[in-house]
């Protein structure tokens, strides 16, 4: 559906266009700036307009929008690449979503620390276990009490 | 027009179907359901609180979310060799939807999540109108997860766990819009007899080149559309000898190639006689 669609054209009076399978990406991102609670952001392809968005949102996610309000970055033309051409980085357009019913939304942390049990006799064990014995080698004597091994003695 | 129905609608599957063609059975059928659900999940939105203005933390909430709302293991034939994880689907009913641009709370922080094989255009085929149309809402949703955990890995500098997910995904998305433009063309051609969607034909440019122009819609005739005018769909005069001797080029090189096979099967034909070959089978 993407590739250079052409919509049919609207005259006033002409019935609401709809679309059966959208190819529309929308990329939840977190914020860069500090956003009201209700306010999700959004990168939407450049094609999408706030009503698009909001019937998106509405439809398919079933999440009530309030309000949209869109704006487009641009992105640098300047930086250039080993034979010293010009490199465009894509511009995108960013939404901001508010909800409404009085919902907020605060952007999770998606990577936690998580410390993990390698099942016993697994590879990853003995990886695990043989650099914690190249580690211990590494040391220098504890009982030298910090002192360089430079010096003889 | 490729139009499906949702008279079948299970109030088990409660998609969330955007666009769909609106005829007073199809309404009447998600009026239905719609009811039906809305009862479903009036159940559980009485468990899940709304959250108020006041600091309401996404991880807490989001842990009793999960907890509270079923989560409804699909039949075998939707995971049939799907592209996304063995995890259950959970149905979108009435909640907080921006659970769904992220992956399951087991799979944050792993470094790599399991998937399965992309669907093929031969697997999509079994499936009927129905199907498909909300398949192509699972791959978008889907899609969707990818790619904000992309972005939010590039945000903290860290590894995406399992990128291939996005190519199969992508794939699989590729492979359902070809089986559909399938049926929607031999559709035509059986009703109408034409072979393409959109009306074209075939133009001569101003370099001489024959190409299939495609139709556009325009709000005013081409003799009122200044800018269609200065396109000149004819070849001038003095392009025609350019337009024979480029069409000279293309006869000879496709003879020389002709001709070049011909030699080289004589060849190999003088070094590999067939006589030798039927000799040494018998």
């Known amino acids: ?153 | 027009m490729f139009c499906c129905s949702y008279i079948l609608l299970s109030d088990r599957w409660r998609c969330t179907l955007p666009f769909i063609v609106s005829s007073d059975i199809v309404k009447m059928a998600a009026a239905v359901t719609s009811r039906l659900t809305a009862a479903v999940c009036r159940q559980f939105q009485r468990v899940v609180t709304v959250s108020s203005h006041t600091q309401s933390q996404y991880a807490a909430q989001a842990s009793s979310k999960f907890h509270s709302c079923q989560r409804r293991r699909m039949y075998d034939s939707w995971w049939f060799r799907s592209a996304l994880n063995d995890r259950a689907l959970h149905t979108s009913c009435v909640r907080k939807g921006l659970e769904d641009f992220f992956d399951l709370p087991e799979n944050w922080g792993e470094q790599t999540v399991k998937s399965g094989a992309p669907w093929t255009a031969k697997q999509l085929r079994v499936k009927s109108n129905e199907d498909l149309h909300k398949l192509w809402y699972v791959f978008l949703k889907e899609k969707n997860m990818l790619l904000t955990l992309e972005q939010e890995a590039k945000r903290q500098r860290l590894p995406m766990p399992s990128p291939e997910r996005l190519k199969k995904v992508e794939r699989s998305i590729m492979r359902l819009d070809t089986v559909v433009k399938e049926r929607e063309d031999s559709l035509r051609l059986l009703q109408t007899g034409q072979e393409r969607g959109r009306p074209g034909e075939w133009r001569r440019n101003v370099f001489g080149k024959t190409f299939w122009y495609r139709f556009r819609e325009h709000p005013i005739p081409w003799y009122l559309n200044s800018r269609y005018k200065r396109r000149r769909f004819f070849e001038p005069s003095h392009v025609a000898p350019y337009t024979r001797l480029s069409l000279e080029k293309y006869l000879r090189s496709k003879i020389r190639k002709e001709t070049r096979e011909n030699r080289n099967q004589k060849r190999l034909a003088a070094m590999f006689p067939k006589k030798t070959a039927l000799a040494s089978d018998h």
């Not at chain 1, 996610?61 to 992105?75: G, L, M």
């Not at chain 1, 919902?103 to 914690?132: A, L, N, R, W």
Request: charged letters at 30%.
């Open chain 1, 1 to 153: 559906m993407a590739k250079r669609i052409i919509y049919p054209l609207y005259q006033l009076g002409n019935p609401q266009l709809r679309i059966f399978r959208p190819t529309f990406n929308l990329t939840l991102v977190r914020p860069g700036k500090e956003q009201p609670p209700d306010t999700v952001q959004f990168r939407i392809p450049m094609e999408m307009t706030k009503f698009d968005v909001r019937n998106y949102l509405e439809k398919i996610y079933s999440v009530p929008v309030a309000a949209v309000r869109t704006r487009i970055q641009y992105c640098t033309n300047k930086k250039r690449n080993h034979s010293n051409q010009r490199v465009k980085r894509p511009d995108y357009k960013v939404a901001y979503v508010q909800l409404a019913q009085q919902q907020t939304f605060q952007f999770p942390d998606i990577f936690p620390e998580k410390d993990k049990k390698h099942e016993e006799g697994s590879v990853e064990e003995m990886q695990e276990k043989f650099m914690e014995d190249e580690r211990q080698r590494q040391k220098s004597d504890p009982r030298r009490g910090g002192v360089t091994e430079w010096f003889g003695l």
